[in-house]
């Protein structure tokens, strides 16, 4: 008779649906990232049609398509990953936790640093001189081309990443999950038993 599989702890089961969470909100993200692109770049076009340097408005646009399309292709690979590691969890694999807790420390200080770029971007005062005027100018038109709420959005998501990551960390570390992620032996088929066929009388 076949040893039953111990139970999967209800720690390890919310872990694994927050990881799979945070990669469908992420690959959400990204994918309504490039649905606005095309509408972000229009608006901050014709709100720079008066600016003289033409070449740094393309250079806006080059860099904000740019970084869209890259944001959207690291949201899936790293979706992929949480998915990954989610199914590693639920199936208890030596290891699993380990590469969890990784990516969780560097979830958390990508959220974090996200964060504080959004509070730098949107409290610190611009202190430019004649030759800078212009790159406040296509700054400020670009934050205003995104749509409503945009750059809040951006800041919530930021947050809500961090506590996820640190969520899933603490979860990771309590001693319930301890017995799910020892590494049990592999269970290998009992030897075959051949009847004894007995020799005959000469």
Same mark, same amino acid.
Request: aromatic share 4%; charged share 15%; hydrophobic share 50%.
């Given at each position: 008779?076949?040893?039953?599989?111990?139970?999967?702890p209800p720690v390890v089961r919310f872990a694994a649906g927050l990881l799979v969470t945070m990669a469908t909100v992420g690959g959400a993200y990204a994918v309504a990232g490039l649905?606005?692109?095309?509408?972000?770049?229009?608006?901050?076009?014709?709100?720079?049609?008066?600016?003289?340097?033409?070449?740094?408005?393309?250079?806006?646009?080059?860099?904000?398509?740019?970084?869209?399309?890259?944001?959207?292709?690291? =949201? *899936?690979?790293?979706? /992929? $990953?949480?998915? &990954?590691?989610?199914? %590693?969890?639920? +199936?208890?694999?030596?290891?699993?936790?380990?590469?969890?807790?990784?990516?969780?420390?560097?979830?958390?200080?990508?959220?974090?640093?996200?964060?504080?770029?959004?509070?730098?971007?949107?409290?610190?005062?611009?202190?430019?001189?004649?030759?800078?005027?212009?790159? =406040? *100018?296509?700054?400020? /038109? $670009?934050?205003? &081309?995104?749509?409503? %709420?945009?750059? +809040?959005l951006n800041a919530g998501l930021s947050v809500g990443q961090a506590l996820g990551y640190l969520v899933v960390a603490v979860l990771l570390a309590l001693p319930s999950v301890n017995?799910?992620?020892?590494?049990?032996?592999?269970?290998?088929?009992?030897?075959?038993?051949?009847?004894?066929?007995?020799?005959?009388?000469?």
């Amino acid at each position: 008779m076949s040893e039953q599989p111990p139970r999967r702890p209800p720690v390890v089961r919310f872990a694994a649906g927050l990881l799979v969470t945070m990669a469908t909100v992420g690959g959400a993200y990204a994918v309504a990232g490039l649905l606005t692109l095309d509408g972000t770049v229009a608006r901050f076009r014709s709100a720079t049609t008066d600016a003289p340097d033409r070449g740094a408005v393309d250079g806006v646009v080059t860099l904000v398509r740019t970084a869209t399309v890259l944001t959207a292709v690291l =949201a *899936v690979a790293v979706g /992929a $990953l949480l998915v &990954a590691l989610a199914l %590693g969890l639920l +199936a208890g694999r030596a290891g699993v936790r380990v590469a969890a807790w990784v990516v969780c420390g560097l979830g958390l200080l990508a959220g974090c640093g996200a964060l504080a770029l959004v509070f730098v971007q949107r409290s610190t005062p611009f202190r430019l001189d004649a030759d800078e005027r212009t790159a =406040a *100018v296509l700054l400020n /038109a $670009l934050t205003d &081309a995104y749509p409503n %709420g945009w750059i +809040a959005l951006n800041a919530g998501l930021s947050v809500g990443q961090a506590l996820g990551y640190l969520v899933v960390a603490v979860l990771l570390a309590l001693p319930s999950v301890n017995a799910h992620h020892r590494q049990r032996p592999v269970s290998r088929p009992a030897p075959r038993q051949f009847p004894a066929h007995p020799v005959p009388p000469r």
